[in-house]
């Protein structure tokens, strides 16, 4: 029973009724009542729900109202809100599509835009270029991601293209161009390993650089290789592979590690040409015999020869101030000591150009003087700024030695011909002199106080004659007799004399060679050559000292004849004169055996003492050399040539035979009319017949004139076309059979060469007294000289 038709079932429980107009009071109470309700199923099964409610009415009546209702009639109000709220939604679903669209349009587009753009960028494809037109935060996002991708666009391209061009870098290189991991095994090889080592990349590619070292170099190279595993840096190191077909190939290798990469990658220059061209250039220099230095900008010696360190004692790798102590330069004057900044190298690090520039060096360490000569100049970069400095330093000892000698005998020469020429005039005088002296002495022989100054004007000739055999002597130009002589025996001779001439205070020793050869000398000459050194010795031993004669053999070899110009290597007999004196100075050292030239006080010597053992010795064909050492004394040693026979001759004391005289017919050649007359007048008195000449021009026409002639008296030195010797050649062509005899006081090589007379010549050296000429005279008559 349900008073709702439209809301009642079929039930079969009554017939359906209204319930709000049938039963109002019901409607109040049910209205105001509690009500208990339950879901209760049919006989079919289908559910409905029951509700009970007690109710009480007007009159206290309590009445139990039961309520059955279906399901559907249970669901009706929430089926009806449902289909409302479907209505509602489907409305709010189509409002939210068209604000979806809307949406779209103004913000999820652009942020889908930016999505696909990054996607596709991300991709490796170019990103979408965006619309900007959006405001608000979208349109400055969008903008922001636009310009974005421009600069990634624009640094992607950037990357690709320096992608490319390290790969062709790569492909191209000349140098070998290796990328390694850390445990050192090669993951790229440049094609230039193909060029530099014969292996094709794929030849190398898994392997390690040990396989391809060479053996001797892996220990050299380990650091690196730990380093490079390390990840770390390395710059300019050096170490040689081995080629395919098994040569060494020199690299010096750069390389750098990339952390993000975790590689390294190295780059290998072959340096085997580079290092054969300096292994060349370094033969060349250490094998120079000039001196090179090359030093740095600072002044640092970088290179340096064997000869650099032989004549300055300057090593590669020293400082200015190390290299410039070893050695003490002296400059041009041969004076002045050079500071380090005037020092050629260091003026050339300056950027100086040094050329020929004349220095003495002296190796401290060898206690050694050199004469150099130093060209250089500085070493500079491409733009110009000095990078270092090289000079080459030339040793000119041997000749600037040979200028030296050379000059030094161009002045003796000099002065031996003038005092030659001087000598030859001084001697005609002498010679006059006296000869008239001893007629002189003869007249007054019967007045003592006139017998006396004879002697004293005899005297005085005699030493003016000494002087000038000492001016002859000096000057090369007196005539020798070289014989084989026996030095020894002539050495203790001088012995005996020298002991009273140089007095007890001066001790003499003899240390003479038992097996010494024979010497090829004029004894006289000789004897007169030591007593001159014994007597030098003695003067600079004047408190006393030891004098030593020393004999031996020597052989002067080659190297020692490349060092003293004038000398012949060969074998020779050796003198040497030692003292304990006071030294002779180096500074004047090369001046002892100038004529004149002294260190004694005015009136004490002559100056010619030393210079006559000089020229006696130059002309017997031998060699004098001096050392001494201030303080310590001095000893000169004569190389006198060896004779060629075994046996040598004793000395023999000259017997003097009484004056002959004769009545021979002899022809007298004399340019000094003083001379002239003088021999004329003492060959008429020991019985001679004589014809005289002023020329020979005039002797030859006496010459071809005169029947009778026995002897040509000639002098050597005569003005005009012909001297002495040319006139007795001209005489011998038309009288073969006469007889010459020469004299002279200088022969200037006419009658002498290499100091000795030619051939079956005879010659009376000036000045000569009376004695000698007379026996000169009949020597050449009787044993028949010739021209």
């Known amino acids: 029973l349900n008073p709702d038709p439209a809301r009642e079932f079929g039930f079969e429980f009554g017939r359906p009724a209204r319930w709000q107009n049938d039963f109002p009071d019901l409607a109040s109470a049910l209205g105001s009542a509690h009500a208990r309700a339950v879901v209760v199923r049919d006989k079919t099964g289908e559910r409905g729900g029951a509700g009970l409610v007690k109710a009480e009415l007007a009159g206290s009546t309590i009445v139990y109202v039961i309520e059955i209702v279906t399901n559907a009639v249970i669901m009706a109000p929430a089926d009806s809100i449902r289909q409302s709220s479907m209505i509602a939604g489907g409305f709010a679903a ?117 396989e391809f070292i060479l053996p001797e170099d892996l220990e050299s190279t380990r650091d690196e290789m730990r380093a490079a595993r390390r ?141 150099l000569v130093a060209t250089g100049g500085p070493i500079r970069d491409r733009s110009g700024r000095i990078t270092g400095a090289v000079v080459v330093y030339r040793d000119v000892t041997g000749t600037w030695e040979t200028e030296r000698q050379l000059h030094q005998a161009q002045k003796m020469e000099a002065v031996g011909e003038l005092t030659g020429g001087i000598a030859h005039d001084f001697n005609n005088i002498l010679t006059v002199i006296t000869g008239t002296i001893e007629i002189l002495a003869d007249a007054v022989a019967d007045k003592p106080s006139l017998a006396a100054v004879a002697k004293m004007i005899d005297e005085a000739a005699g030493r003016g004659a000494d002087l000038t055999q000492r001016l002859l002597a000096f ?20 012995t005996k ?85 006071e030294g002779i100075p180096a500074d004047i050292r090369d001046r002892v055996f100038e004529p004149f030239f002294t260190t004694k006080d005015v009136g004490r010597g002559t100056g010619l003492g030393l210079s006559m053992v000089y020229g006696f010795t130059k002309q017997s064909g031998g060699h004098i050399k001096i050392y001494s050492e201030v303080g310590h004394g001095t000893t000169i040693k004569l190389y006198l040539p060896r004779a060629s026979s075994a046996e040598a001759h004793a000395l023999q004391d000259i017997v003097m035979a009484p004056i002959e005289s004769g009545s021979e017919t002899i022809l007298v050649v004399e340019d000094d009319a003083l001379v002239r007359n003088y021999v004329v007048a003492q060959l008429k008195s020991l019985g001679y017949e004589v014809l005289t000449a002023a020329n020979a021009a005039e002797a030859l026409k006496i010459i071809k004139r005169e029947k009778t002639l026995d002897l040509l008296f000639t002098d050597v030195i005569m003005p005009g076309e012909m001297n002495g010797r040319q006139l007795s050649d001209a005489a011998a062509k038309c009288r073969p059979d006469l007889k010459v005899l020469f004299t002279s006081g200088y022969t200037e090589n006419a009658i002498v060469h290499h100091g000795r007379l030619d051939p079956g010549v005879l010659l009376l050296a000036k000045p000569y007294r009376k004695t000698d000429l007379a026996r000169m005279i009949r020597q050449a008559l009787t044993n028949g000289g010739t021209g």
Request: proline fraction near 4%; charge should be negative; glycine fraction near 8%.
């Open 94 to 210: 189509l409002l939210a599509a068209l604000l979806a669209v809307f949406l779209a349009r103004s913000l999820t587009r652009p942020l889908v835009e930016m999505t696909r753009a990054v996607i596709q960028g991300s991709g490796g494809g170019s990103p979408i270029a965006l619309r900007a037109s959006a405001s608000g935060e979208i349109g400055v996002l969008a903008r922001a991601f636009s310009g974005m991708s421009r600069e990634v666009q624009e640094k992607a391209a950037a990357l690709q293209q320096e992608v490319a061009q390290r790969q062709r870098i790569f492909d191209t290189s000349l140098d070998l161009i290796l990328v390694v991991d850390r445990k050192g095994t090669f993951l790229q090889v440049s094609p230039s390993s193909r060029t530099i080592l014969g292996y094709a990349p794929e030849d190398m590619v898994g392997h390690s650089a040990a």
């Open 497 to 581: 004399l020298l002991r009273p001439t140089l007095g007890e205070h001066i001790e003499i020793k003899t240390v003479l060679a038992g097996d010494l050869k024979a010497a090829l000398v004029d004894p006289n000459q000789l004897s007169s050559a030591l007593l001159n050194l014994a007597i030098n010795s003695r003067d600079a031993m004047p408190h006393g000292g030891k004098l030593t004669l020393e004999t031996s053999n020597a052989h002067l070899d080659e190297n020692y004849a490349k060092a003293n110009t004038e000398v012949q290597p060969g074998d020779y007999v050796l003198i040497a004169v030692s003292d304990t004196g």
């Open 231 to 371: 990840g770390r840096d390395t710059r300019n190191f050096e170490c040689r592979y081995v080629h395919k077909d098994g040569h060494a190939v020199l690299l010096q290798w750069t390389g750098v590690w990339s952390e993000q990469e975790q590689q390294h990658y190295f780059i290998g220059r072959d340096m085997t040409e580079r290092q054969h061209l300096s292994d060349i250039i370094s033969n060349t220099i250490n094998a120079m015999v000039d001196a090179v230095l090359v030093a740095d900008a600072a002044g640092k010696v970088v290179i340096s020869n064997p000869a650099a360190e032989r004549l300055m004692g300057i090593v590669a790798g020293s400082e200015p101030q190390v290299w410039s102590e070893p050695n003490e330069v002296i400059g041009p004057d041969g004076i002045s000591r050079l500071s380090l900044e005037e020092r050629p190298l260091m003026r050339a690090v300056r950027g100086e150009r040094v050329v020929n520039y004349s220095m003495s060096a002296r190796n401290k360490l060898q206690n050694k003087l050199s004469q």
């Open 475 to 494: 000057a090369r130009r007196q005539p020798l007799e070289p014989r084989d002589i026996d030095v020894n025996a002539l050495v203790l001779d001088a």
